[in-house]
């Protein structure tokens, strides 16, 4: 072997050292950092949802059965579990997973936003069917969007007397089931930054009030 042949090779070796060290200290770090807000969201949902049912109660999930795995969802349902764990009270009666759907585009969302997509969601049909599988729970939180209703499905849902804690965006329609008791609270994404400059959440709420907030029907 050469002797420039070897300094390539002790070269390249260096390179690769370097770029291995580089990855582990500050790319493999990174996952855990970039969840933090998932983790706060799941564990602050299963908080607020407990107080909502005064601390007892059987709760049922509702997540996207996905084609592909979405690591934020699973993050924020696995400490959703987990938070319901810490309250002694609540049961969690069982996951149901579904293929959401896009829903239907209320006149209120695209007056507010033309140019706004429809988001994903359960449609009113596998609404009902989940209602009538767990006719004990006491509530369901679903992680992705809650249908307009029609006036049957309204009078339906309201007699059953189950609350709904949705986790998506802000829809328009929400609004009027909220008054109605029908969704019992909202956590939606936050419009903005709460972070102070210069300072990085601490907790699991402070990492909760930085991305998110929680609609209720006495704050509409």
Request: charged share 20%; with cysteine; hydrophobic share 40%.
């Amino acid at each position: 072997m050469s002797k420039n042949t070897l300094v390539a090779l002790v070269a390249l070796s260096v390179i690769f050292g370097c770029l291995t060290w580089l990855y582990f200290t500050q790319f493999g770090r990174m996952p855990q950092t970039l969840l933090k807000p998932d983790q706060a969201l799941g564990d602050v949902v299963a908080e607020e949802t407990a107080k909502l049912l005064g601390k007892r109660g059987q709760v049922v999930v509702v997540r996207e059965l996905a084609d592909r795995k979405s690591l934020a969802l699973d993050t924020q349902v696995d400490f959703f579990k987990k938070g319901l764990k810490k309250m002694p009270g609540i049961t969690l009666g069982g996951v149901e997973l579904v293929k959401m759907g896009r829903l239907p585009m209320s006149p209120e969302k695209r007056m507010i936003d033309p140019f706004a997509e429809p988001s994903m969601g359960l449609l009113p049909s596998q609404l009902v069917n989940i209602v009538q599988s767990h006719p004990k729970a006491d509530a369901f939180v679903i992680f992705g969007g809650f249908p307009p209703l029609t006036a049957e499905e309204f009078n339906g849902l309201k007699q059953g007397g189950s609350k709904w804690i949705v986790v998506s965006d802000y829809e328009p329609h929400y609004k009027g089931l909220m008054q109605a008791q029908i969704i019992g609270l909202a956590i939606v994404p936050r419009l903005g930054s709460s972070q102070k400059s210069g300072e990085e959440p601490k907790t699991s709420r402070e990492w909760f009030d930085r991305e998110y907030i929680v609609v209720t029907p006495e704050s509409q």
